[in-house]
């Protein structure tokens, strides 16, 4: 099993930036994929960005591209999610996630077996 928790969630104002950190425990040697994704209320969860542990491989959905940058700290078994020049559109809950089966980074919620709890983005106008 593997645990993942999510910080860092806050109401901020159009053009400002927040660093979303998702601590893992458990298994986290066998976890080879982890991304972040978010949902906003009545839409489907939609893939943020993406990376490889090892690797540090990153991808990032268009829609984030060049605003928000993936990252990691290996010995601390931490994801990040910076995300600059925030815009009300990327209001949602935002959701961290993990792989055991996949080593190519996916976009697909299904392809991920473990999601920490959600933490709140709201972006004013």
């Known amino acids: 099993q593997v645990q993942l928790v999510e910080s860092g969630g806050g109401l901020v104002q159009a053009g400002g930036s927040l660093r979303l950190s998702c601590a893992a425990s458990?298994?986290?040697?066998?976890?080879?994929?982890m991304g972040w994704f978010r949902q906003a209320p009545g839409k489907e969860r939609e893939f943020v960005a993406g990376?490889?542990?090892?690797?540090?491989?990153?991808f990032h959905a268009a829609s984030v591209k060049g605003r928000f940058t993936i990252s990691r700290d290996v010995a601390k078994n931490t994801l990040y999610l910076q995300m600059n020049s925030l815009k009300p559109e990327d209001t949602a809950v935002y959701y961290c996630?993990?792989?055991?089966?996949?080593?190519?980074?996916?976009?697909?919620?299904?392809?991920?077996?473990?999601w920490g709890q959600g933490t709140q983005v709201t972006v004013s106008s």
């Open positions: 458990g298994r986290t040697a066998s976890t080879y994929v």
């Open positions: 996630s993990a792989s055991e089966s996949r080593t190519i980074i996916t976009t697909m919620p299904n392809g991920y077996a473990y």
């Open positions: 990376l490889t542990w090892r690797g540090g491989n990153l």
